[in-house]
């Protein structure tokens, strides 16, 4: 099953494999059930209205969406490059906790097609092409999307303590185009590939696979909810295995696309 969100006339609807959902339906209610009740819950509730309007971020206002950091070897290789403290990343990439970090309250989120931005006191900025896990209530997987977390590598490089900053602000983050609804199984060895053009040409562009990943999907879930509670669901970035070259860095004008299974995710940085 797919999920999407889309801009209409009367504001944001959703709508499951291109058909309308009702007016009141809300991701964070949906949320509230297991996976086996939510297909049956989107399957009834489908209408034979095909959706309109333009794809629009995957996520209510009021739901929040977190990383984990460092779980792949690429990801940990790039983070003790550029870091002063370097060790630091080698022990949170060995550790049994892992790093967790908030990234977006829902309605800083951007969509398909929505502009991301780089910050404007940084030198050196990158787009994280990462799987994104969509969690219901009890932590459970749900679901997955493709999301860009959008960081400073040179203000994280400075200091670690500096990584709410590195990591938000406005335009920041983008999650889409929609939502597979699948069981964690489905998601263990996606392909995933990051392409990024400049003035028409591509100047960066890579690939992996989901798993690449240290960590199992369900270890990063378990970790966001340990002493935590979602009442209206969370989404979870599970980190990036690609990492351009140290002398790269985004600018605007840049078109950044992401590839996950058969999502994709383009956003123009400005």
């Not at 007016?23 to 509730?45: S, T, V, W, Y």
């Not at 790039?78 to 022990?91: L, V």
């Not at 977006?104 to 969509?111: A, I, Q």
């Not at 950044?256 to 994709?264: H, P, S, Y």
Request: with cysteine; proline share 6%.
């Amino acid at each position: 099953m797919y999920l999407t969100r889309h801009q209409t006339f009367s504001g944001p609807c959703w709508a499951v494999d291109g058909y309308r959902l009702p007016d009141g339906f809300h991701l964070d209610l949906m949320l509230q059930r297991p996976l086996a009740e939510i297909r049956d819950a989107l399957a009834n509730a489908r209408s034979d209205e095909a959706a309109v309007g333009g794809l629009v971020a995957p996520v209510e206002d009021t739901q929040e969406v977190w990383a984990a950091g460092v779980t792949y070897r690429r990801s940990r290789e790039a983070r003790m490059a550029e870091s002063e403290t370097a060790d630091i990343y080698d022990k949170v990439y060995s550790a049994e906790r892992v790093e967790v970090f908030f990234k977006s309250n829902g309605w800083r989120v951007m969509g398909h097609g929505d502009r991301i931005r780089v910050r404007r006191d940084s030198a050196w900025n990158v787009p994280e092409p990462e799987l994104a896990l969509l969690l219901n209530r009890a932590g459970e997987i749900v679901g997955y999307t493709a999301g860009n977390d959008v960081s400073s590598r040179s203000i994280e490089g400075e200091n670690p303590l500096y990584l709410p900053q590195a990591k938000v602000y406005n335009g920041s983050c983008a999650l889409g185009p929609g939502i597979v609804i699948a069981e964690p199984d489905a998601m263990r060895d996606l392909p995933l590939s990051l392409t990024i053009e400049r003035d028409g040409a591509t100047v960066f562009d890579g690939e992996t696979r989901t798993s690449q990943l240290k960590r199992s999907l369900e270890e990063i879930a378990k970790w966001l909810f340990a002493e935590l509670d979602f009442p209206e669901g969370a989404f979870i970035m599970t980190g990036t295995g690609l990492v351009p070259p140290d002398e790269f860095s985004l600018v605007p004008g840049d078109v950044v696309r992401i590839a996950l299974g058969a999502l994709i995710l383009e956003n123009a940085v400005e």
